[in-house]
């Protein structure tokens, strides 16, 4: 495809449901970043894979949090249990670089914003 | 603690006019700054990189300037138009590390 997609564009899960994610990054690009973006605040690193390796996870905020990218191409960001705090825009990027982005453009998705009720 | 901070307050100019924005850092020594912009309900679209070697960078009606002296980085835009309404964001890479580190942003409205 053109770009980064994200699926779905809209999430609505009550408390306690599971819910998953979907990114399939632009075709070639090694790695790949999840991002957690706050209303009016910047996105907020989550995870990091390059290929089908998942590098860092250090941003995850609990251990309801897991991703996956098996083949190295789509990923998957999957909540459990999810809470009120949970609610955000989930973005996805990628970049051919697989030094990670620094010195290359991360293409970014248009994200899902998920709703806890 | 390490921090990025942007203009706290929004920018409203006159179409034509200069929007200047601000990225103060403290606690990095990063090596690339880089610039995204962001529009209602989209993701950050990548506008400019600079290295630390590098004072300035233009691309058309932008310019970024960066002082590691200082810690901040400018981002200027001339020429103003009502299309460049949106929010800016800067980003800094951590050293040693595959992550990049995002402002809160300042939204930038153009008035025609």
């Known amino acids: 495809g053109a770009g980064v997609s994200q699926s779905p564009r809209y999430k609505v899960a009550k408390r306690g449901q599971d819910v998953a994610l979907r990114c399939d990054p632009i075709?070639?690009?090694?790695?790949l970043f999840w991002y957690q973006q706050a209303l009016g605040q910047g996105p907020e690193f989550l995870t990091y894979?390059?290929?089908?390796?998942?590098?860092?996870k250090s941003g995850l905020p609990s251990d309801r949090f897991f991703a996956e990218r098996p083949e190295g191409s789509v990923s998957t960001l999957k909540i459990q249990r999810t809470q009120q705090e949970d609610s955000a825009v989930y973005l996805c990027?990628?970049?051919?670089?697989?030094?990670?982005?620094?010195?290359?453009?991360?293409?970014f998705g248009p994200g899902t914003r998920l709703t806890v009720l | 603690s390490q921090k990025i901070e942007q203009n706290s307050e929004a920018l409203n100019i006159q179409e034509g006019k200069t929007a200047t924005l601000t990225c103060n850092y403290t606690n990095y020594s990063p090596a690339y700054l880089q610039w995204y912009r962001q529009d209602p309900g989209r993701g950050p679209v990548f506008l400019l990189l600079?290295?630390?070697?590098?004072k300035e960078k233009r691309k058309e009606r932008l310019k970024v300037t960066f002082d590691t002296t200082l810690k901040q980085s400018l981002f200027h835009i001339t020429a103003s138009q009502p299309a460049d309404s949106a929010t800016y964001l800067c980003?800094?890479?951590?050293?040693?590390?595959?992550?990049?580190?995002f402002g809160a942003g300042t939204t930038v409205t153009v008035r025609a």
């Open positions: 980003a800094l890479d951590r050293s040693n590390d595959y992550k990049l580190s």
């Open positions: 600079i290295r630390e070697n590098e």
């Open positions: 894979f390059q290929n089908e390796a998942q590098l860092d």
């Open positions: 075709s070639g690009h090694v790695s």
């Open positions: 990027a990628s970049s051919f670089d697989p030094s990670g982005g620094r010195t290359d453009t991360q293409y």
